[in-house]
């Protein structure tokens, strides 16, 4: 019985380059022997358990290392593994097991393809729910301070509005703010509000919203409203921005799909990581798209809440339709829905609020 | 393998130059197999797996790569390869919440990042190295922190400043760092690719990048400007509509450009991979030779990303195992004397020996 175990193979002394053929024997007891193939003379002697047997990876060849560090190489798989499988009478090849390759290898690719799109459409929203409850107001409001200081530096200059045009849309601010406050779904300690007045320079006409609760408006996007209904219309939608912790999901959602990819990572080569990455900052700014919409809706409930015209962001985009000819129905990836469907969209749910809710 | 340890010598040979060639024996679809259940088991265990994965995967390329008969072998521990990347992922992920939480801290943060990197590097070439072996002896790599700082910092400032003009001295502290350090076993290594020989390799990615560049820059003129000056109007007031649009246009217009830069650096690689190896001598005696054809290697990297994009990654193995085959038929090692006798005299030692369970893998630049 023991002649038929026994497999050939090379012996080195620890660390060694120098190689002699050999043969690897076990006795019934468990003691493994290695011995030169030319005129048997023992090389070393230990007991099966305590050698290391290296894992069986594809058809490279196998080591089997001695306590004294000395080493006995042998390309015939299946002759370590009967020998060592019915000495330790346990099987280890598992994961090469799994590796060979047979039909099962497609349920796998099935599962991981699955897998990969269930963490990516429900583990990452919760993921992000989760981030966004535990991060401390501390650092929303550090993240929006120095946000602003940053775009101060490089984009904006001073505003050139009067102070009694700045007074007047900051009273009226307030007033979106208090009601935001009573708002049903509105969270309970709430971001402390500031609106900010800037000149755009290059970015021109616009408005955004800082986690921290602060708003920015330039001068040219004040001058450039036929009234101020409009202009509060625009800030409300703001103001929803903040409310619904948008930025904060954007951040925490790149993250997390960078991170899934990042898992896969190694196995799939740089080059193509890479591409991964980045087209997954392009399709994490799709969500702004159903962003935009909240915003939209958060700015017709609160207008109308205030008591002024609930359609006033849908007029303002009106007006930038006309003057800047952002318009046609032309909708690109489904990145963003084309204006004139926000415009429809929003006008329709003004017209459900006056006339349904009180 | 018995029979390439037979002894091969005669008197002649020991003089003669003979070339043994590389030989890499992996096959798509073994490795297939072993890439799927890595890929599966990593996303199952969150990531966990991956080290595990990492030491299957290199064992599998190492262990099919052989020279004169013998294989290379693999050794890291995955438990050492776990805490290196916990290690890692823990400083970015420091490192990307300070930077998103407080942005002026920024510059401070990059130049700390500047002055860790190389260490990590270091760290990462001398944990590959050690737990490398080749007929039972270690490698080892001796290159110290700033020779790293040297290669990867100011090699990469003197490439950016010179618009890559001065990129093939940035290779050559890279190489001589990377190759000249290594040791195989107590037997030194040395890499010392000449100057003019790097700038020989340079014209031809050079000249294609800035043709290139040329014929891009006319046709974005004539086509791409009109496309732009119609979203003009578009960029104020709706912010998020017109930031969209915009991004996936200079996304779309980049693409050619990428491409380019990815088809110079490709060339580039090819080229003062032959110079650097072909100026790399093992103990005084064995010479690396590297003859990979530029274009062709272009061709493969290129080709190998195409099919890997549109089989969302499945052809990846394949494509793995593709280029790994290549490089090994374009690299050999000139030899004089009986390999054996040389063999026969060459031990692990110092602090490669046992290295594995003790040391901890910085950041993985290849090796």
């Given at each position: 019985?023991?002649?038929?175990?026994?497999?050939?193979?090379?012996?080195?002394?620890?660390?060694?380059?120098?190689?002699?053929?050999?043969?690897?024997?076990?006795?019934?007891?468990?003691?493994?022997?290695?011995?030169?193939?030319?005129?048997?003379?023992?090389?070393?002697?230990?007991?099966?358990?305590?050698?290391?047997?290296?894992?069986?990876?594809?058809?490279?060849?196998?080591?089997?290392?001695?306590?004294?560090?000395?080493?006995?190489?042998?390309?015939?798989?299946?002759?370590?593994?009967?020998?060592?499988?019915?000495?330790?009478?346990?099987?280890?090849?598992?994961?090469?097991?799994?590796?060979?390759?047979?039909?099962?290898?497609?349920?796998?690719?099935?599962?991981?393809?699955?897998?990969?799109?269930?963490?990516?459409?429900?583990?990452?929203?919760?993921?992000?729910?989760?981030?966004?409850?535990?991060?401390?107001?501390?650092?929303?409001?550090?993240?929006?301070?120095?946000?602003?200081?940053?775009?101060?530096?490089?984009?904006?200059?001073?505003?050139?509005?009067?102070?009694?045009?700045?007074?007047?849309?900051?009273?009226?601010?307030?007033?979106?703010?208090?009601?935001?406050?009573?708002?049903?779904?509105?969270?309970?300690?709430?971001?402390?509000?500031?609106?900010?007045?800037?000149?755009?320079?290059?970015?021109?006409?616009?408005?955004?919203?800082?986690?921290?609760?602060?708003?920015?408006?330039?001068?040219?996007?004040?001058?450039?409203?036929?009234?101020?209904?409009?202009?509060?219309?625009?800030?409300?939608?703001?103001?929803?921005?903040?409310?619904?912790?948008?930025?904060?999901?954007?951040?925490?959602?790149?993250?997390?799909?960078?991170?899934?990819?990042?898992?896969?990572?190694?196995?799939?080569?740089?080059?193509?990581?890479?591409?991964?990455?980045?087209?997954?900052?392009?399709?994490?700014?799709?969500?702004?798209?159903?962003?935009?919409?909240?915003?939209?809706?958060?700015?017709?409930?609160?207008?109308?809440?205030?008591?002024?015209?609930?359609?006033?962001?849908?007029?303002?985009?009106?007006?930038?339709?006309?003057?800047?000819?952002?318009?046609?129905?032309?909708?690109?990836?489904?990145?963003?829905?084309?204006?004139?469907?926000?415009?429809?969209?929003?006008?329709?749910?003004?017209?459900?609020?006056?006339?349904?809710?009180? | 393998?018995?029979?390439?340890?037979?002894?091969?010598?005669?008197?002649?040979?020991?003089?003669?130059?003979?070339?043994?060639?590389?030989?890499?024996?992996?096959?798509?679809?073994?490795?297939?197999?072993?890439?799927?259940?890595?890929?599966?088991?990593?996303?199952?265990?969150?990531?966990?797996?991956?080290?595990?994965?990492?030491?299957?995967?290199?064992?599998?390329?190492?262990?099919?790569?052989?020279?004169?008969?013998?294989?290379?072998?693999?050794?890291?521990?995955?438990?050492?390869?776990?805490?290196?990347?916990?290690?890692?992922?823990?400083?970015?992920?420091?490192?990307?919440?300070?930077?998103?939480?407080?942005?002026?801290?920024?510059?401070?943060?990059?130049?700390?990042?500047?002055?860790?990197?190389?260490?990590?590097?270091?760290?990462?070439?001398?944990?590959?190295?050690?737990?490398?072996?080749?007929?039972?002896?270690?490698?080892?790599?001796?290159?110290?922190?700033?020779?790293?700082?040297?290669?990867?910092?100011?090699?990469?400032?003197?490439?950016?400043?010179?618009?890559?003009?001065?990129a093939p001295i940035?290779s050559q502290?890279?190489w001589k760092?990377?190759?000249?350090?290594?040791?195989?076993?107590?037997?030194?290594?040395?890499c010392d690719p000449r100057l003019e020989k790097l700038y020989g390799q340079w014209w031809l990615?050079?000249?294609?990048?800035?043709?290139?560049?040329?014929?891009?820059?006319?046709?974005?003129?004539?086509?791409?400007?009109?496309?732009?000056?119609?979203?003009?109007?578009?960029?104020?007031?709706?912010?998020?509509?017109?930031?969209?649009?915009?991004?996936?246009?200079?996304?779309?217009?980049?693409?050619?450009?990428?491409?380019?830069?990815?088809?110079?650096?490709?060339?580039y690689?090819a080229g003062t991979r032959n110079v650097a190896f072909n100026e790399t001598?093992?103990?005084?005696?064995?010479?690396?030779?590297s003859?990979?054809?530029?274009?062709?290697?272009?061709?493969?990297?290129?080709?190998?990303?195409?099919?890997?994009?549109?089989?969302?990654?499945?052809?990846?193995?394949?494509?793995?195992?593709?280029?790994?085959?290549?490089?090994?038929?374009?690299?050999?090692?000139?030899?004089?004397?009986?390999?054996?006798?040389?063999?026969?005299?060459?031990?692990?030692?110092?602090?490669?020996?046992?290295?594995?369970?003790?040391?901890?893998?910085?950041?993985?630049?290849?090796?």
């Amino acid at each position: 019985m023991s002649d038929s175990e026994a497999v050939g193979g090379l012996w080195r002394e620890a660390g060694a380059a120098a190689a002699t053929p050999a043969l690897l024997d076990v006795a019934a007891d468990g003691t493994l022997t290695v011995r030169t193939s030319a005129d048997g003379q023992e090389l070393a002697r230990q007991a099966i358990r305590s050698v290391e047997i290296s894992a069986r990876v594809g058809t490279i060849a196998r080591h089997v290392t001695f306590a004294s560090g000395g080493d006995f190489e042998t390309s015939d798989n299946d002759g370590i593994d009967r020998l060592r499988d019915r000495h330790l009478g346990r099987r280890e090849g598992l994961i090469h097991e799994l590796e060979r390759f047979r039909p099962r290898l497609l349920i796998f690719v099935a599962a991981t393809i699955a897998l990969c799109f269930a963490i990516y459409r429900y583990a990452v929203p919760v993921l992000v729910e989760v981030a966004v409850l535990v991060t401390p107001p501390a650092v929303t409001d550090i993240m929006g301070k120095s946000v602003l200081m940053s775009l101060d530096q490089l984009v904006f200059d001073e505003t050139k509005l009067s102070d009694a045009r700045r007074n007047a849309l900051d009273t009226q601010f307030q007033a979106l703010v208090a009601a935001a406050r009573d708002m049903p779904a509105a969270s309970s300690p709430g971001p402390s509000y500031a609106l900010n007045f800037r000149g755009g320079g290059q970015i021109g006409p616009n408005a955004f919203a800082l986690p921290d609760g602060s708003v920015v408006v330039t001068d040219e996007l004040v001058d450039l409203a036929d009234d101020d209904e409009m202009i509060m219309g625009v800030l409300a939608h703001e103001i929803g921005h903040v409310e619904h912790q948008h930025s904060l999901r954007q951040i925490y959602r790149v993250a997390g799909i960078t991170a899934l990819i990042m898992l896969i990572g190694g196995d799939i080569g740089a080059a193509t990581e890479d591409i991964m990455t980045q087209g997954a900052t392009l399709v994490a700014l799709s969500h702004s798209r159903a962003a935009e919409t909240e915003a939209d809706r958060y700015s017709v409930q609160l207008m109308h809440r205030t008591g002024q015209d609930p359609a006033a962001i849908a007029r303002f985009f009106e007006l930038l339709r006309d003057k800047f000819g952002l318009g046609g129905d032309v909708t690109f990836l489904s990145t963003h829905p084309a204006t004139q469907a926000r415009i429809d969209e929003t006008r329709r749910y003004a017209e459900e609020v006056k006339a349904g809710k009180r | 393998m018995t029979d390439a340890e037979a002894p091969r010598t005669t008197a002649a040979q020991d003089l003669a130059v003979r070339r043994e060639p590389f030989v890499f024996t992996g096959n798509a679809r073994e490795y297939f197999g072993i890439w799927i259940v890595n890929v599966l088991l990593t996303i199952v265990t969150l990531g966990v797996y991956s080290a595990w994965a990492k030491v299957r995967r290199l064992r599998y390329f190492y262990g099919n790569t052989h020279l004169a008969g013998a294989s290379f072998d693999y050794h890291a521990r995955p438990m050492r390869i776990l805490v290196g990347r916990i290690i890692v992922l823990v400083l970015l992920g420091l490192y990307n919440i300070t930077l998103n939480v407080f942005a002026p801290a920024g510059v401070v943060l990059a130049l700390i990042l500047v002055f860790v990197i190389p260490y990590l590097i270091m760290r990462g070439l001398r944990f590959s190295a050690r737990v490398t072996s080749y007929r039972n002896v270690r490698f080892d790599f001796t290159g110290g922190y700033w020779g790293a700082f040297l290669a990867y910092v100011v090699g990469a400032i003197v490439i950016y400043l010179s618009a890559g003009v001065l990129a093939p001295i940035a290779s050559q502290w890279m190489w001589k760092y990377t190759l000249g350090n290594l040791r195989y076993g107590d037997r030194p290594i040395s890499c010392d690719p000449r100057l003019e020989k790097l700038y020989g390799q340079w014209w031809l990615p050079a000249v294609v990048l800035v043709a290139g560049l040329v014929l891009l820059v006319g046709i974005a003129v004539a086509v791409a400007l009109p496309v732009f000056w119609q979203f003009d109007g578009g960029a104020v007031g709706d912010e998020a509509a017109s930031t969209v649009w915009i991004i996936a246009l200079i996304y779309a217009a980049l693409i050619p450009f990428l491409a380019l830069y990815l088809v110079a650096g490709l060339l580039y690689r090819a080229g003062t991979r032959n110079v650097a190896f072909n100026e790399t001598v093992i103990d005084g005696r064995h010479v690396l030779s590297s003859s990979i054809g530029r274009w062709r290697y272009v061709w493969i990297s290129v080709s190998n990303l195409a099919a890997t994009i549109c089989t969302l990654g499945l052809a990846r193995p394949w494509a793995a195992i593709r280029m790994a085959s290549y490089m090994a038929t374009v690299t050999a090692l000139d030899t004089t004397g009986s390999l054996e006798d040389y063999f026969s005299s060459i031990k692990t030692e110092g602090a490669a020996v046992g290295s594995e369970f003790m040391d901890v893998e910085g950041f993985d630049v290849g090796f």
